[in-house]
């Protein structure tokens, strides 16, 4: 299977692999289905961002999984309800916090039963409300970066329960301004902006939530050069849950379709996170970071810097700047179907991936324009 995003897709082109739903007790299609105008339509009101498709010769191409689809829903089902449990009540509860704890011992157990802890950020990605995919996804990147630390299983649950809570303080502020469809202006800016300190007076009251998780939730929009918010702390005066929020926060953000504007790919959103190591993000922890998520996750086509076309075919938690890719195409790199190693071959350390499909600067190739197109 190769991943489409949503303005390549195609009528005519056969589903890999199901989308669920937002609410997850049917898919909104199919494996198998074979795409419409239509339907394609469909999907982008629902806020898909793209589709795995088939494609021949890339049948046993399967993105990395890093939570089983029905355990990530029983996840997500489970801490929306809790989610609606805090917008109804002025304080949060001892027995929802330790529900929420749960959550983030699940998550826990479900990364450290792994393998392999490369995230596909496409695969984890929900089709719920934003609130809610975004808090989950955060938690696992949060947990994945604490367990590259090497940070123990106590901490890694408080992690994952300060991911999960960190946007808590959001229930406290106007609706409309949450869901504006464009820019807030710089006083609706500064209404967002009290919503660590409101998310930590929410949690202040229950005696089984941590001082380091409640620093998390208050510190995850410090900026290491002191630009950030609620108190513009710099450097390593920001809690190291702050920091490692604070790179997770942003990574998941960005490659999200938001009401204003389209998702970002991974490698872009990487490449924003790289350029803004000692302004805005820990370089040490961006270290990290890099260690743990696919820039080019399985399936993605890609044009390499000679101009070849190939596809994504697996990815090296060394590097995932150099992934190992399928030709689509016949070039002097070799035949259509040849693998080249681009993290180990010293043959091709001159080749680079110069673009994604998806973003405006892949050029077309007589044998991916339908892909393409």
């Known amino acids: 299977m190769i991943y489409v995003p949503l303005n390549n897709a ?15 007790y049917f898919s909104l299609l199919k494996n198998g289905e074979v795409l419409t105008s239509s339907l394609i339509e469909k999907l982008r009101e629902h806020g898909i961002d793209g ?31 809790l989610y609606t449990d805090y917008l109804t009540r002025p304080a949060i509860s001892y027995k929802a916090v330790e529900a929420t704890k749960k959550i983030a011992e699940n998550i826990v157990d479900q990364v450290l039963g792994r393998d392999e802890y490369l995230v596909d950020i496409m695969e984890i990605k929900g089709y719920d409300s934003y609130t809610y995919s975004h808090s989950l996804n955060v938690g696992i990147l949060s947990i994945l970066m604490a367990n590259e630390m090497g940070i123990t299983r106590n901490r890694l649950e408080d992690i994952g329960l300060c991911a999960l809570m960190h946007d808590i303080g959001k229930v406290d502020i106007p609706i409309q301004i949450i869901n504006k469809n464009g820019p807030v202006t710089d006083s609706e800016f500064a209404i967002i902006k009290t919503h660590p300190e409101k998310g930590v007076e929410r949690l202040r009251k229950c005696f089984n939530v941590s001082h380091e998780v409640l620093q998390g939730v208050q510190s995850h929009h ?8 609620p108190y513009g702390y710099k450097g390593t005066r920001i ?4 920091r490692i929020l604070a790179v997770s926060d942003v990574y998941d953000a960005l490659t999200s ?34 260690h743990i998520v696919c820039a080019y996750p399985a399936g993605t086509v890609v044009q390499l810097s000679d101009g070849s076309p190939a596809v994504v075919v697996k990815n090296f938690s060394e590097n995932v700047l150099r992934p190992q890719v399928r030709l689509l195409e016949s070039t002097e790199l070799g035949p259509k179907g040849a693998e080249i190693n681009l993290f180990e071959d ?9 673009a994604v499909l998806g973003d405006a600067n892949f050029e077309l190739t007589p ?3 339908k892909i393409a197109q």
């Open 222 to 229: 410090e900026k290491v050069d002191g630009t950030g918010y």
């Open 346 to 354: 010293r043959e091709y350390f001159h080749l680079t991936v110069k």
């Open 257 to 290: 379709q938001r009401s204003y504007r389209g998702a970002w790919l991974p490698n872009q959103a990487i490449e924003y996170i790289v350029a803004k190591s000692d302004a805005q993000f820990d370089r040490d922890l961006v270290g990290n970071f890099m």
């Open 51 to 81: 589709v795995y498709v088939e494609l021949a010769g890339s049948e046993d191409i399967e993105p990395s999984c890093i939570m089983e689809p029905e355990v990530r829903q029983q996840i997500t089902n489970e801490f929306r309800k």
């Open 367 to 369: 044998g991916v324009a």
């Open 10 to 24: 195609q009528p005519g082109m056969k589903l890999a692999k199901s989308i669920p739903s937002s609410i997850g």
């Open 239 to 242: 809690p190291m849950f702050g």
